[in-house]
């Protein structure tokens, strides 16, 4: 194998290709990246077994003498080529499992792994790809895998359930406290489909989805998901099991409705939630609407004291008043996935799911279960 | 390595056929437990089983040896083979949960996921419950196999749950005569081919000087229990560094149940199982001192002590006590007693 190419190119793809690098893997092949040299074109996988990136180079700068694939130590590599001048880095192969790398006057001698350690990566793709806008992909990663369970118990709520309906899409994360759910219109009547994707690998992608692209492809099979954003393949494995049943969860009526600005309820629950520092999920505040329809948002700690806060809601309609306790790390969290100026706040009851929706952010739903206090 | 299942036949032919048979009939079993004495290549066939289940071109029932799956199983690095082997003698929880964590996703390479664990005995109650956990609902295409040298160990939920597959000893003569050859001395010999049926591991051990000391220091134990005034305790403390190296304290505990079991042997006058040949006359002198039940008494209290040693107990008080019960037994038997047989 022999080729040469301009450093800054291969070291821009190598940086996107290292987020799927595996640290501390027990399998050192995984270590690796792998780099596979065509006529014209330079194509370089990693893994870390949950999600692998496949990047396709095909630059004026590539110049190809000898094909072949190679099996790389990653970090080092990345290091060396991150420290590089600019310019053209030549690459060879010699006996077989040593890699040379020239350019300018640094010269290295580089131990190969053996790539016939590698696995074989798929990389799935389907005729018909499900379009949508990176930034819209985006807003439903961050609106969705931090309700996602992050005890590992149920591994199946560690993932971010995606279903296509008809001509929605739909992500929903839960850790069974709390779910996250956005519905978004997708253009075609695709396939429908059920999967689970562990939510560490949508942050990963969330990550990488950071070039100038408009549009990001998703190829859905029962096995696997692969994103397709230019050059970039991302593929990640998926749960396997069934995602519980949600839709049964969130309430339909509301006898209370309380609209808020969003800035000043999530102040209000932040200083509120001050006084437990015990740790972020113990944080309990309790909301009451009273007789005379004020708000309060009060938070108790015998050994601190005790916060009292009143907020105005901007409307309200409301049968009865209603007493709820609630994590305040939940609320906020929820809070924050909000591009909404002002938010409503739907109860049932008060031992029944909450939901909070933006009045702008059409499709998101965010449900919180409350606290029993005595 | 085991290259096909025509190899297994020849030493354990139930276990390959059994094997061959589900797998050409496409009836696999999602847990098997492969139970069978050390060195009878447990572990060889269970990666020939995930080589044969992996391979993309199998010939009938046998691997090919030569596609991408088969190569990657002989280098361990197929990512859907897992072999479990952890170092030390507990498998922790932690251990099982990652691999649960694993199996819950859909495997990187399509096809079965198998996991091998080595030593399955060493699970404690929580990592063994773990694992009950999944074997309950195996996933797809997902199998294991628990190797065990002794599967009474291993949970009877775990057990009752998994197809047992019995490996048989080795013969030993062939061991024996091997040695032999390499002129191993005989009664040496034959207790290496008492403690493992494995060719290569008995030569290691027959050359290894730890283990002649060993044996040296067990035949010193009983002599010195034919005699009033020398107490082994001494020898014991002087062989402490001999105690450091698990593998050796093993073999220790295996001689001295080795030796007791000749005694007893020899009280039910079975001289044909004798094991240490060479030490027939004090094996008989020791024999006359106590009775049947005493010599069954001492070779359970043996045994008892060998299943503790796998949990961190103090092994000098330990063998301590094990040297002291033999003494009282053995030195201090107020008359030699005539056996009503």
Known sequence: MNFSIQTEILLNNLLISQKALSTKTPAPYLQGIKLEVFDNELVLLTSNSDISIKLSIKDESLNVETTGEILIPGRVFVDFIRKLDKGIVE??????????????????????????????????????????????????IRQTTFAASSVENRPILTGVNIRVEDDKLIAIATDSFRLSQKKIDIQKNYENMNVVIPSKSLDELSKVLELDLDEILIHLN???????????????????????ETSRLIPVEFPIILKFKLNDLAIAVE?????????NYNSIVKLSLKPNNEVEITSNSPEIGKVVEEIDPVEKIAITPIKIAFSSKYFLDALKTFNSSEVYVKFTGEIRPFIIEGADDP???????????? | MFKNWDDVRKTQDGVARILTNSIARNRVSHSYIFEG??????????????????????????????????????????????????????IKKEVISNLILELSKASLEPGPRIYIVIDADRFNPSSANTLLKTMEEPGQEVYQVLITENY???????????????????????????????????????????????????EKLAKNKETEEIYLLVTEIFQNLTL?????????????????????????????IYYQKDILSYKLNNDNFIMFIDQKETIAKLAKKITKNQAQEYL?????????????????LAFNKLLMILERGYKYATHSRSDTV
């Open chain 2, 228 to 256: 009033k005034d020398q107490s082994s305790i001494i020898s014991l403390y002087q062989a402490d560094k001999l105690f450091t190296d698990n593998e050796n304290v093993d073999i220790f505990m295996n001689l001295l």
């Open chain 2, 300 to 316: 359970e209290e043996m045994l008892d002590l060998s299943m503790k040693l796998k949990y961190n107990i103090n092994l000098q």
């Open chain 1, 222 to 244: 029962s096995k696997s998901i692969v994103f397709e954003y230019g050059n970039i393949l991302f593929q990640s494995r998926l749960l396997e099991g069934n995602f519980p």
């Open chain 1, 363 to 374: 499709g998101l739903v965010q449900l919180i279960l409350p606290v029993r206090t005595e």
């Open chain 2, 37 to 90: 004495p050390k060195g009878t290549r447990k572990k060889g066939v269970a990666i020939l089983f995930a080589k044969t289940l992996l391979c993309t071109n199998p010939q009938d029932y046998n691997p090919c040896n030569a596609c991408h799956n088969c190569l990657r199983v002989e280098n361990n690095t197929h990512p859907n083979l897992f072999v479990i082997d952890p170092p030390g003698k507990v």
């Open chain 1, 271 to 279: 200083r509120a939630s001050l006084l437990s520092i015990k740790d």
């Open chain 1, 91 to 140: 690459f060879s192969v010699v006996d077989n499992n040593v890699l040379k790398i020239h350019s300018h006057n640094t010269d290295l001698s580089l131990n190969l792994l053996n790539v016939e350690d590698y696995p074989e990566l798929s990389f799935h793709l389907n005729d018909l790809p499900i379009k949508l806008e990176s930034k819209i992909m985006r807003a439903v």
């Open chain 2, 152 to 202: 009474n160990s291993l949970l009877s939920t775990i057990i009752s749950r998994a197809e047992i597959l019995h490996f048989l000893p080795i013969n030993r003569s062939i061991i024996k005569d091997y040695l032999v050859e390499l002129n191993v001395n005989e009664t040496f010999a034959n207790i290496i081919s008492q403690y493992t049926s494995d060719l290569p591991t008995a």
